[in-house]
Nanobody
Framework: QLQLVESGGALVQPGESLRLSCAASGSTLDYYAIGWFRQAPGKEREEISCINAKGDDPDYVDSVKGRFTMSRDNAKNTVYLQIDNLQPEDTAVYYC?????????????????WGRGTQVTVSS
């Protein structure tokens, strides 16, 4: 059974950067598609980026392109989300998710395994 644990969230000032981690245990991430999502207070969960199980370049939602960078380190069984130039509207709980069935398409799909999230707060 795959388990995912996010970390790296913090209270930061606008313009700062963070790197979020999603560490997996119980199985290797090599054959999983991985997605990053976020949910701001009072809003629906939003998909941010994903990498398909095939290992293609990440997909990003238009609103985060240029500031968010997703990467995976299979040797460490960990996926990362680098967030640069953080803004107050980035305040949210950030989640990672994984699924073995998403070999080609990972955007807008259902994911089977989810972490519990890490809080990112951007405030001056």
């Amino acid at each position: 059974q795959l388990q995912l644990v996010e970390s790296g969230g913090a209270l930061v000032q606008p313009g700062e950067s963070l790197r979020l981690s999603c560490a997996a245990s119980g199985s290797t991430l090599d054959y999983y598609a991985i997605g990053w999502f976020r949910q701001a207070p009072g809003k629906e969960r939003e998909e941010i980026s994903c990498i398909n199980a095939k290992g293609d370049d990440p997909d990003y939602v238009d609103s985060v392109k240029g500031r968010f960078t997703m990467s995976r380190d299979n040797a460490k069984n960990t996926v990362y989300l680098q967030i640069d130039n953080l803004q107050p509207e980035d305040t949210a709980v950030y989640y990672c998710a994984a699924d073995t069935s998403l070999y080609y398409l990972c955007s807008g799909q259902m994911y089977e395994y989810w972490g519990r999230g890490t809080q990112v707060t951007v405030s001056s």
